[in-house]
Nanobody, 122 residues
Framework: QVQLEESGGGLVQPGGSLTLSCVSS????????MAWFRQVPGKEREFVAA????????WYDDSAKGRFTISRDNTKKMLYLQMKSLKPEDTGIYYC???????????????WGQGTQVTVSS
C-alpha cells in the first residue's frame, strides 16, 4: 500500500517557483533521513536533495544547490522541497523516498511516493 504521496507539481515558466510536499505514513519517519529524487523518461533516477532525521543536515545535488531547499516537519510527517529560479532541466517526475540507503542512491528505502510532475517550460 502507498505510504507516501507527493503533491505540488505543475507547469511553471523558467525562473518561477514551486514547492513540493510529501506526506508520509512510514513508521521510520521522524527517525530516518528523507530524500527527493527526479526521473526523466529514458534516464536513470537522479538524486536531488536529502535531509537528516532531525533536519540538522542537508545534502543537495550540484544542480539544486542555491536554488532548492529541503525541509521537514516531523510533527506533521511532512517533507518539502522549495524550488526557485527553475530551469528547463529541472523538469521531471519528483519522488520522495523514506530512509534511502545509500542516501544518494536509494538502493533500498522504507517507501516511495508515486511522484509529482514538474514541467519547466516557456
Amino acid at each position: 500500500q502507498v505510504q507516501l504521496e507527493e503533491s505540488g507539481g505543475g507547469l511553471v515558466q523558467p525562473g518561477g517557483s514551486l514547492t513540493l510536499s510529501c506526506v508520509s505514513s512510514t513508521r521510520t519517519f521522524g527517525s530516518a533521513s528523507m530524500a527527493w529524487f527526479r526521473q526523466v523518461p529514458g534516464k536513470e533516477r537522479e538524486f536531488v536533495a536529502a535531509i537528516s532525521w532531525n533536519g540538522d543536515s542537508r545534502w543537495y545535488d550540484d544542480s539544486a544547490k542555491g536554488r532548492f531547499t529541503i525541509s521537514r516537519d516531523n510533527t506533521k510527517k511532512m517533507l518539502y522541497l522549495q524550488m526557485k529560479s527553475l530551469k528547463p532541466e529541472d523538469t521531471g517526475i519528483y519522488y520522495c523516498a523514506a530512509n534511502p540507503q545509500p542516501l544518494r542512491v536509494a538502493t533500498t528505502t522504507d517507501g516511495w511516493g508515486q511522484g509529482t510532475q514538474v514541467t519547466v517550460s516557456s
